[in-house]
């Protein structure tokens, strides 16, 4: 009887030793799903979510920010550094995307020589001049933007300009001999039938003032002035009037092309080494010339800030300016169109021949 019960002690001692042992084993598989379907625990599942393939959308990071440079920017006191006021101001508070410096000149003859040194590094200046740098510096600069399209007028002090043709015979005050300005006048006569040697006398002037000088001292007279120097000229001399729209006369003329007064290049070599942060100088443009035009009062404040021109003559001059704003292909499109018209005219003024495509920075 006693060998009986310890027999029965034994078996049951036996199974559930054999039971505990399963427990622990199906514990250490738990892993794996069971008969039941039963999921993995979540400490198993967060192990096998981080173990992804490397190339999978989880684990990509987003690309650093690119690094911002020291941007020095050369304009010149007229609509071609109006359009950038906006930058100017963004710069001056710090939250310009670049460190931009900028250099206000009065005119192009001191901007050339500071970019080909290196001292700038982008400049607003005239469209032609842009095609002179590129082929007679080898290729060191390239073109990124239009600024400003046509802004020169014919102005009267009297009553004899109705129409362009009535230029005929006349004696023209006029200021830009060598820039775009005369390229301007000199083609739309030529095109008007009038011979801009002979039709015309031509009186070449240094500066506005000259001509303002003239009118005060006549009863009559007439120029080709561009804005804002239009605007400062009629409140000066009395009964000077808008007889001309120059653009206008232009666009007439439906030869394919648009007329543009001034463009932004960039060294070549800046443009290559700072790829991303030229397009962040060029977003920041486009929305610098939008201001302007849709913000005339408060841009006029802040042309005066920096020193551009008077807040009140620039109030009255910004609807006549053509500020304006064109890249890429668009841009392209209607420099290639200008410059072929100033070309055709005289290859001189644009250094002897058309930019090939590498004059055309595109993004």
């Known amino acids: 009887m006693k060998k009986n019960n310890i027999f029965r002690m034994l078996v049951s001692v036996l199974m559930v030793t054999v039971l505990f042992t399963l427990f622990i084993t199906g514990c250490g598989n738990s892993n794996t799903p069971g008969p039941s379907g039963s999921q993995n625990p979540p400490d198993a599942t967060s192990s096998a979510t981080s173990e992804q393939p490397s190339d999978s959308p989880a684990s990509e990071t987003p690309a650093p920010a690119y690094e911002p440079v020291d941007i020095n920017i050369g304009g010149m006191t007229g609509p071609t550094s109006m359009g950038m006021i906006k930058i100017m101001e963004s710069a001056e508070a710090g939250t310009a995307k670049n460190n931009y410096n900028f250099t206000i000149v009065g005119s192009a003859d001191e901007i050339t020589p ?30 990124l933007a239009v600024n400003t399209l046509g802004v020169v007028y014919i102005v009267e002090k009297g009553n004899e300009i109705e129409n362009f043709t009535d230029l005929k015979g006349k004696t023209i005050y006029a200021t830009g001999k060598g820039s775009t300005p005369e390229y301007t006048l000199r083609y739309l006569l030529s095109e008007h039938g009038i011979d801009p040697d002979k039709d015309v ?5 240094s500066e506005p003032n000259e001509v303002v000088a003239l009118f005060k001292n006549s009863e009559s007279g007439i120029a080709m002035m561009p804005q804002p120097f239009v605007t400062i000229a009629q409140t000066q001399v009395e009964g000077l009037r808008i007889a001309v729209n120059l653009t206008e006369v232009w666009e007439e003329l439906d030869n394919g092309s648009t007329l543009i007064t001034g463009v932004v290049v960039v060294r070549s070599d800046f443009a290559e080494k700072h790829p991303q942060q030229i397009a962040a100088f060029l977003e920041e443009y486009k929305e610098s010339t939008q201001y302007v035009n849709a913000n005339i009062s408060e841009a006029a404040q802040l042309i005066e800030k920096f020193n551009i021109f008077k807040a009140a003559v620039a109030e009255k001059a910004l609807p006549y300016c053509n500020i304006a704003f064109m890249e890429g292909k668009e841009m392209k499109e209607a420099v290639k169109g200008y410059l072929s018209v100033l070309f055709d005219q005289n290859p001189k003024s644009i250094g002897g021949q058309l930019p090939d495509d590498e004059f055309y920075y595109i993004k």
Not at 125 to 140: E, G, H, Q, W
Not at 201 to 205: E, V, Y
Request: proline content about 3%.
């Open 114 to 143: 500071k970019l080909i040194k290196g001292e700038l590094d982008i400049a607003a200046v005239p469209a032609n001049l842009a095609s002179v740098l590129y082929n007679n510096t080898d290729k060191k600069i390239k073109l």
């Open 201 to 205: 006398d031509i009186q070449w002037k």
